[in-house]
């Protein structure tokens, strides 16, 4: 009883699927908002979920931040993983850290099942997120620290990890990332069966 108003965002293919799951699965009620529609929201005293895209969610956040919600859950969280380590960070990601910075809300939850593509940056990028939401320093360091203690090629590629270094890289990781693997939900697939046959060529098929 924690937790009775939710935002949820993701993909804005995703947000049907929210929905039938948070029914189907929960019996939880949800609203799938977009665009400015979130500017003018009022939540019922019920609980709900408000499902909106990550375009929308940057557009609005400001508003949002007027509306009482207990916890954000970002899908497909790896969208915001260039916050650190480009160029130009992205302004959805950096949109989020602001919001995240302000303790907006009590929970924050983030789901990815590709927490790093292809950089360091991508880890060190989430983790710094949730340390925002915490109110807490990143304990990767700042982005010099990091690059010195963790990366073993130059800083740009980050694509290594120093080998004196991966005890205490992972420690810290896992104390932000709780993994769950198929094997770990118990779930029973059915047996898999594969029939395959043999088809003989024709006559004409020989001669060819």
Known sequence: HRVSKILIVCPKLLMPQWAEELKCKFDIKSQQVIGSELEELK?????????????????????????????????????????????????VATAFHKVLSERVFRYVLMLTATPIQNRLW???????LLTAARGHENPLGNTGMFARKFIADNRTDARHLKEEAKDEFRSIIYGYMSRVRRGDANLVFPERIVQSHTVEPTAGELEL
């Not at 969610?57 to 007027?66: C, M, S, T, V």
């Not at 991508?122 to 710094?128: A, C, E, W």
């Open 43 to 91: 939540l019922p005293d019920e609980p709900i979920a408000v499902i909106t895209t990550y375009h929308s969610a940057r557009l609005h956040l400001d508003g949002i931040g007027k509306v009482r919600f207990d916890m954000l859950i970002l899908d497909e969280a790896h969208k915001l993983r260039n916050l650190y380590g480009v160029n130009k960070t992205p302004q």
């Open 122 to 128: 991508d880890l060190y990028s989430l983790v710094d």
